[in-house]
T-cell receptor, first 110, second 115 residues
Framework: KQEVTQIPAALSVPEGENLVLNCSFTDSAIYNLQWFRQDPGKGLTSLLLIQSSQREQTSGRLNASLDKSSGRSTLYIAASQPGDSATYLCVTDSWGKLQFGAGTQVVVTP | EAGVAQSPRYKIIEKRQSVAFWCNPISGHATLYWYQQILGQGPKLLIQFQNNGVVDDSQLPKDRFSAERLKGVDSTLKIQPAKLEDSAVYLC?????????????FGSGTRLTVV
């Protein structure tokens, strides 16, 4: 059974610092890995999707890497802003079966 | 394209009452999921539909929860009777079948409070 772990559980940084969020998974047989952002009490907003054949994806200040062999993905957010404060969720997709991490709660202080 | 629509956004009910949530997925998305997210935890799958057929409902508490997806488009999730521990955000998600570069789209969720 796939298990997804996100470390750290919470992170607080001053504005301008780079953020590094880690995700590890136990079963490397995945189809995709997707990173989401969730604001308090709200739904999930997709940030980046990495297909199993890819090593990384980039969108603006966001970069996500995937190392299937070691069961790891990392989300980098450059030059953090207070608007980046949210919970970030890592989700593995094994052909339609999704497994969520518990999330990393990020606070960016002005 | 329009996103996944959910309603209501918020609901407060007393325990033992019933409640229903509605989800309209993105047009053409064959797969629809309902998730329950308790505060501080990741979402937990309740039920997965492929068109109007159930793919996985192994974690749905069938004594009180029911879901349907008539005509393979929108879906309703019902709780009857509600318990205090059902307080959570209920998320609906949809995806097209087997498009590796698409992923999943989630609605804004329904926050349920049972008092």
């Amino acid at each position: 059974k796939q298990e997804v772990t996100q470390i750290p559980a919470a992170l607080s940084v001053p504005e301008g610092e780079n953020l590094v969020l880690n995700c590890s998974f136990t079963d490397s047989a995945i189809y995709n890995l997707q990173w989401f952002r969730q604001d308090p009490g709200k739904g999930l907003t997709s940030l980046l999707l990495i297909q199993s054949s890819q090593r990384e994806q980039t969108s603006g200040r966001l970069n996500a890497s995937l190392d299937k062999s070691s069961g790891r993905s990392t989300l980098y957010i450059a030059a953090s802003q207070p608007g980046d404060s949210a919970t970030y969720l890592c989700v593995t997709d094994s052909w339609g079966k999704l497994q969520f991490g518990a999330g990393t709660q990020v606070v960016v202080t002005p | 394209e329009a996103g996944v629509a959910q309603s209501p956004r918020y609901k407060i009910i007393e325990k033992r009452q019933s409640v229903a949530f509605w989800c309209n997925p993105i047009s053409g998305h064959a797969t629809l999921y309902w998730y329950q997210q308790i505060l501080g935890q990741g979402p937990k799958l309740l039920i997965q539909f492929q068109n109007n057929g159930v793919v996985d409902d192994s974690q749905l508490p069938k004594d009180r929860f029911s879901a349907e997806r008539l005509k393979g488009v929108d879906s309703t999730l019902k709780i009857q009777p509600a318990k205090l521990e059902d307080s959570a955000v209920y998320l609906c998600a949809s995806s097209p079948p087997w498009q590796p570069n698409y992923g999943y789209t989630f609605g804004s969720g329904t926050r349920l409070t049972v008092v």
